[in-house]
C-alpha cells in the first residue's frame, strides 16, 4: 500500500498546471474532483456548501500547483487543502455532530431486503462522530496509507492506526444498534 510519490501519475499533471496548462488542470481536476467530492460530503453533508468548497480547493490549487514539493501524493495534498477548507467552514457555522442526534438510526430490525447494502452502510457511517468518518473515509475510502494520513492529519502513525481500530468499533457498534450483523452484509 506504500506507493512511492515519484509513481504519481497526477504529478505530470500537476506540474503542467503549475506552467500555466489550463487542460492539463481541467484533466487533473476530471481525475479528483469525485474522490474529493465524496470526502467532503462525509464531512458536511451539504451538496451547496460542498460545491463552494470545491471552488475555493481547486482555486487553491491552481494557485499553489507551483509550491507542491512532493512530500505527498497529489491526491493527498488536494484532499488536505479541500479538509482545511471544510474545517473552517465547520468552524465557522459552529456545526456540532453528535451520536445522540442520531435517534432515528435506532430503529432494530430494518429488513435488509429493503434497503441496500451501501445505504445501509451510509447511515451508519453518518452517525459516527466527525472523526471518526473521516478517518474511515480516508483509510478505506480515499485508499490513503497509514503514513499519508499521518502527514495529512499532522498525527503520529500510530495514532491513526488507533483512530481507525476505534472508529471500525464505533461502526460496528453503530450497525448492531440498528440490528444489522456482520453476516447481512
Do not use: C
Not at 451501501?118 to 447511515?123: P, Q, V, W
Not at 453518518?126 to 472523526?131: F, N, Q, V
Not at 460496528?172 to 452484509?185: E, F, P, S, T, Y
Amino acid at each position: 500500500m506504500n506507493r512511492p510519490a515519484a509513481q504519481d501519475p497526477l504529478r505530470v499533471l500537476l506540474k503542467q498546471s503549475a506552467q500555466g496548462d489550463k487542460d492539463a488542470f481541467a484533466a487533473l481536476y476530471e481525475a479528483t474532483q469525485h474522490r474529493i467530492s465524496v470526502y467532503l460530503y462525509r464531512l458536511v453533508r451539504d451538496q451547496d456548501l460542498i460545491e463552494d468548497i470545491l471552488i475555493e480547493t481547486y482555486t487553491e490549487v491552481w494557485k499553489n500547483s507551483a509550491t507542491f514539493k512532493g512530500r505527498s501524493q497529489v491526491l493527498t495534498w488536494m484532499i488536505g487543502i479541500a479538509r482545511n477548507l471544510a474545517f473552517k467552514e465547520i468552524r465557522k457555522r459552529n456545526w456540532h455532530d453528535d451520536i445522540d442526534q442520531h435517534q432515528d438510526i435506532e430503529g432494530k430490525g430494518i429488513a435488509i431486503d429493503t434497503l441496500d447494502r451501501r445505504g445501509l452502510m451510509a447511515k451508519a457511517m453518518d452517525a459516527l462522530s466527525l472523526k471518526h468518518r473521516e478517518i474511515l473515509d480516508l483509510a478505506f475510502f480515499q485508499d490513503l496509507t497509514y503514513r499519508e494520513i499521518s502527514k495529512l492529519l499532522l498525527i503520529p502513525e500510530n495514532t491513526v492506526k488507533t483512530r481507525v481500530y476505534h472508529a471500525k468499533a464505533a461502526l460496528k457498534k453503530k450497525l448492531a444498534v440498528m440490528g444489522i450483523r456482520q453476516d447481512d452484509l
